[in-house]
């Protein structure tokens, strides 16, 4: 598995 | 703090899924989510039952393609878990 940054966006559901 | 000999898990009100519409794996908790990419969601998979932080660093190392420096592994890793907890989405005990 190529290595990348953990990362994640972040989402207002309710919006 | 989260070190190599924390336990955790996922809280009892997080869901990991994938979005139906982008097929990215989302950490879903109450009118909010994550959209992680691979890694994030491979770490977070192994969240999903109670389990040390070591354990984890190992089974990502494991998984890592060759080469990839494990100083890197471990704290990339970590610096997500304590993102994940200070967004109340682990559960931490024993560090």
């Given amino acids: 598995m190529k290595w990348e940054t953990p990362s994640f966006v972040e989402i207002n559901m309710s919006a | ?95």
């Fill in chain 2, 1 to 95: 703090m989260i070190d190599r000999n924390s336990r955790l898990r996922l809280a009892r009100q997080v869901r990991l899924k994938a979005d139906p519409r982008s097929g990215k794996q989302m950490l879903l908790y109450p009118e909010r989510g994550l959209e992680l990419n691979e890694i994030a969601a491979r770490v977070a998979a192994l969240c999903a039952e109670e389990t040390t932080v070591g354990e984890i660093l190992d089974r990502m190392a494991a998984a890592a393609a060759a080469g990839t420096p494990r100083e890197r592994i471990d704290s990339e890793v970590l610096e997500f878990l304590c993102a994940l907890e200070d967004r109340g989405l682990l559960v931490v005990s024993g560090s």
